[in-house]
C-alpha cells in the first residue's frame, strides 16, 4: 500500500527518534544537575541584576537548551567516550557473582575445547 520511498522515509525518522532517544536516555543521570540549575534560576531573585531578562524568560530558554545539552552529551558519552561499554565493564568487574559465572563458563568452553580435541584425534 505504502510506496517504497515513503516507508524507507518513515525507517529512517524512526530510526533517528531511536537514536535520538538513546543518547538521552545514556545523559539522564546528567538531568538532575540541569535540574537543581533550573531550581536555582527560578528560586534567585538575584540573578536578576546580573541577566537582562526575567525568570519566566530563563525558565524557557534554560528547558529546551537542557534538554538539547542532555542529548548532546548522550551523543558525546556514547560517540567518544564511548560510555556504555566502559559502564558494562566497571559494573561486570565489581560483581563478583558475574566474575564466578564468567570463570564458570571460560573452564566450560575449555573443557569443551579438550573434548573436540579428542574427538578429532580418535576420527
Do not use: C
Not at 510506496?3 to 539522564?28: G, W
Not at 537543581?36 to 525568570?55: N, Q
Not at 534554560?62 to 551523543?75: E, K, Q, Y
Amino acid at each position: 500500500m505504502l510506496s517504497s520511498k515513503f516507508k524507507e522515509t518513515l525507517t529512517k525518522i524512526r530510526n533517528k527518534i531511536v537514536n535520538v532517544k538513546f543518547h538521552f536516555d545514556v545523559a539522564l543521570s546528567f538531568m538532575t544537575l540541569l535540574n537543581f540549575a533550573l531550581l536555582i534560576i527560578t528560586a534567585s531573585d538575584k540573578l536578576r541584576a546580573f541577566l537582562p531578562f526575567g525568570t519566566y524568560t530563563m525558565v524557557f530558554l534554560l528547558i529546551p537548551v537542557a534538554l538539547l545539552s542532555t542529548v548532546l552529551l548522550g551523543w558525546f558519552l556514547d560517540k567518544v567516550v564511548n560510555y556504555q561499554a566502559t559502564y558494562y565493564k566497571a559494573q561486570t568487574d565489581r560483581v563478583p557473582q558475574t566474575m564466578e559465572m564468567l570463570e564458570r563458563i571460560r573452564n566450560m568452553e575449555q573443557k569443551l575445547d579438550q573434548l573436540i580435541k579428542k574427538l578429532e584425534i580418535k576420527i
